[in-house]
């Protein structure tokens, strides 16, 4: 993800390539004249960072975030942007300092396409601050700021559901194999469905239910396809179950 983020801000002339320093990167996705640095004691003397992205495993957070504190490479307007899934606010004030400017943000694959869904929230961000952030994040997607309690539900319901997606496109990927329609046009007809019904609902103003209706009619092909999924409301408590085991999981990190 650090890496579709900076591709991005550079294809987006926000900034050069030049800008850029990257602290232990990972070995693959490297973009052309980025600064790669893999270890703090190789970063150069009087750098000083304006913006910092945190791109790492939660599950590594701790160690390496109270090692990277240490750097002093932070300015007191340093703003701290985060996009690590269950780690709040107040663990980054606790390694950072509780006046520094953090942002907490969660966005989603869709920020590769410039399509992204990424709720954020702030402390200590300076009006003149969030503007820059703003002018950032309005090139990855649609961002907006929610309560700090509902980023555990917003990271498994949109920050998975680009895997969901996937998921349902390789379900009726496999089916069509499975009725002897060649592997080719099974991909391509499944990527097509998916990409003409996203664009039918977002430019549509009805409600879901209304779409819905408007291409199962009475009796139809669709209304019987549908049937066993809506029996008993076992797709939706199956996305429901998989959504719950995402806050868990999001609450453990």
Known sequence: MGGIIAKNLIENQDFSSCNFLVLKPSESNRINNLNYINSLEKIPQNYVADIVFICIKPQEAKEILEEFAQAKIFHKDTIFISILAG??????????????????????????????????????????????????????????????????????????????????????????????????????????????????SFESTLDFSKMIENVASKKGVTEASLESLLKDNKLHKSILKATKNGIARSKKL
């Open 87 to 200: 780690k709040n606010l107040n663990f980054f004030s606790k390694i950072f300092g509780s006046k520094k400017q953090i942002v907490r943000s969660m966005p989603n694959l869709g920020i590769e396409v410039n399509q992204g869904i990424i709720p954020y929230i702030h402390k200590n961000l300076t009006a003149e601050n969030k503007k820059i952030i703003l002018n950032i994040f309005v090139n990855f997607g649609t961002a907006f700021e929610v309560e700090e309690k509902l980023f555990h539900v917003l990271t498994a319901l949109y920050g998975c559901g680009p895997a969901y997606i996937f998921l349902m496109q390789k379900i009726f990927y496999d089916i069509a194999i499975s009725y002897k329609i060649s592997k080719k046009t099974a991909y391509d007809l499944t990527k097509k469905l998916f990409l003409g019904s996203s664009l039918l």
